[in-house]
């Protein structure tokens, strides 16, 4: 179960737009994440160079918390708001749930929604 403060550390960190970092320092070695109804991507390396291809393609990029965050035991329930701009100009206004499970002070499994 994460303390308050770890997820407070946590969100911090995604808000100050290093989600590589985030992710380096936060999940599990085999943690799964998955993408709604997506099949999951399974290994901490793999989320990591995810996470660098999404920050090279984007121009900037705004992470923002939408409080409360809801936490039970080993689980979280965050809502996020991702604002992407590409390097062509467009943007992308992004929204999800982040449903997760922590082992510890690190995230085993996350599902977005």
Known sequence: ???????ERFIARVESNDHVG????FYTVDASM?????????????????ERKVMANARSVRSSCVRPVFA????????????????????????????????????AQEQFF
């Open 22 to 25: 985030a992710v380096e320092d």
């Open 34 to 50: 998955q993408e709604n109804q997506s099949t999951p991507r399974i290994g901490r390396d793999a989320h990591v160079e995810r």
């Open 72 to 107: 039970a035991g080993d689980h979280v329930a965050i809502r996020w708001i991702f604002h992407f701009e590409w390097h062509d100009g467009t943007a992308t206004i992004m929204e999800e749930m982040a449903w997760q499970r922590w082992e510890g002070e690190r995230i």
């Open 1 to 7: 179960m994460p303390t308050p403060q770890t997820l």
